[in-house]
């Protein structure tokens, strides 16, 4: 097995790197178990976002403490948290910010001042996303690609770092707008919070009906967060596995020369070469957190799902046999063949 003395030179500086990385890391998981319970997949995902520099879209169904769980992860991660409840009548501007006249009171001049909106933060909890019309998702837009937003022609540079957690309600979708192929696509992860199980439910009842108040206290800071995005990246992948994130994702798209029958069959569109960036980033943070300095295909295995689930569209053949995206990746992995690592 490598290891960053073998790859780096400045092997001594680069080793305590990593163990501050695991350190920040098992605090974080350790406060958040404070809080909620169970959702193990869903709290890797979510972190891996965070390390990658990615933002996440979390799709479950009422009560399953979507919003806690941001709101805590921010609280443990030191970072500055901001929360926007997407409903109907809310404007771009309630996201942005907005200019305003200012009159000095000395010389009465009059100027235009900028008042920051609620994205100006490092964590934007976007709560329930598909409840605002698309002239409003669209001003996440600039924001989730170019961490900058712009009003009235002027850019205004957001914080570092900037992540944006999307909620959704899977089920009311009366009075709801879909979130447009150009948005999804910006998000790293699209992670599903199921049901918990009757002991994890018996848990979070014998948690949340008693005088039990769990206290978050941060653990790192931005500059911090910052750096350990550095270091994911430097977590090298074999150019195999390479290949093979490339092979995968160019399977989900019906006109590609290695796409399988099923693909062509139920698939109108696959996922992009953004999709393979995310796998490849997403598994070499994966491979960090498990104290490995090398990417292997379990890494990308595990998490090309909820890489693509949101980047595939479907055609009336897959919803008329009610076949859904989660089943057509997990067909498309045991499809394209695995090459020797080197």
Known sequence: MATFADLNPDA???????????????????QVREVIVGQDEVLDQVLIALFVGGHCLITGLPGTAKTLMVR?????????????????DLMPSDITGTDIIEEDLVTGHRKWTFVEGPIFGNILLADEINR???KTQAALLEAMQERSCTVRGHIYQLPAPFFV???????ELEGTYPLPEAQLD????NTILDYLSAADELKVVDLTTT???ATITPVTSAEELLDFQQLVRMVPIADSLARYVVSLVRATRQR????????????????????????VLAAKA?????????????????????????RILLNFHAESERIDADEILNRIIEYVPRQKER
């Open 12 to 30: 001594a500086q680069l080793q305590q790197r990593v163990e501050r990385f695991h350190e920040v890391r098992e605090s974080i998981v350790r």
């Open 72 to 88: 805590t992860i921010a609280e443990a991660l030191g970072l500055e948290f901001r929360r926007i409840q997407f409903t109907p």
């Open 132 to 134: 605002t019309p698309p």
């Open 165 to 171: 957690l999307a909620t959704q309600n899977p089920i």
């Open 186 to 189: 910006r998000f790293l992860f």
């Open 211 to 213: 005088t039990h108040t």
């Open 256 to 279: 590609s020369e290695n796409a399988p029958d099923f693909v062509k069959k139920y698939v109108n569109y696959g996922g992009s070469i953004r999709a393979a960036q995310f796998i």
């Open 286 to 310: 994966r491979a960090l957190t498990r104290n490995r300095y090398h990417v292997t295909y379990d890494d990308i295995t595990s998490l090309a799902v909820p890489v693509l689930r949101h």
